[in-house]
């Protein structure tokens, strides 16, 4: 059976999903958007998921949210929550194979990208969900500028009714990443993706990556 392990190291601090047998050859790991944690049910899911098909997968507590239980990220901490995402990935890296995704919902994701933009090293592949494109109501104020630096592979999975970005908004945005992209869009789903298709995602990661081979 795969087995679940809390993990305490550093600025890592969260859940490690392991495969039957506790060897693989990919491994993901999963940050939380602004109003949640590493129990966030979108996480859950995709760690189950991935665990499932082989590979290794860690949901983390960004830093923000190990300082306190509850309440929005400290706009002061984001580079600490960045590093967070780089230590998490290091030492998913320490428990072996050879493939690695940096994954993140809405502000987790955010993060993420930002993090691959200045080290284009820290993961072959990233996987956002819900990359909260800019503040509801307000189209104008695009959290986009790092896109362009953006050399990785990266899948998008965004909501139809997603109010942070349409899928139209999202389209016009991935244009200016540097690396490969793909769009996933989940027809119905808001921010928090309830109608996300696990088989659709699975298989765009599984194809990106190869691409990076």
Do not use: C
Request: glycine share 10%; charged share 20%; proline share 7%.
């Amino acid at each position: 059976m795969s087995s679940v392990k809390g993990i305490e190291q550093g600025l890592v601090k969260g859940y490690l999903h392991l495969p039957v047998g506790e060897t693989f050859e990919r491994g993901i790991v999963l940050a939380h958007g602004a109003g949640s944690n590493a129990n966030a049910p979108l996480l859950v899911l995709a760690a189950r998921y991935f665990t499932e098909r082989g590979w290794a997968a860690l949901r983390v507590d960004l830093p923000f949210r190990q300082a306190r239980p509850k309440g929005p990220p400290f706009p002061a901490m984001a580079a600490r929550d960045r590093e967070g995402l780089k230590e998490a990935i290091a030492l998913l890296k320490t428990k072996g194979g050879n493939g690695f995704v940096l994954s993140g919902h809405s502000y987790g994701g955010r993060q993420a990208s930002m993090l691959a933009a200045e080290d284009p090293t820290v993961a072959d592949l990233l996987l956002l969900f819900s990359y909260p494109l800019h503040p509801p109501g307000k189209p104008e104020t695009l959290r986009t500028a790092h896109f362009s630096t953006l050399q990785m592979p990266v899948v998008f999975v965004h909501g139809s009714k997603d109010p942070f970005g349409t899928l139209e908004e999202m389209r016009a945005a991935t244009a200016a990443v540097t690396g490969s992209t793909v769009l996933v869009e989940s027809v119905g789903s808001g921010h928090e993706l309830r109608k996300v298709n696990w088989a659709e995602v699975y298989d765009r990661v599984e194809e990106a990556l190869k691409s990076t081979r």
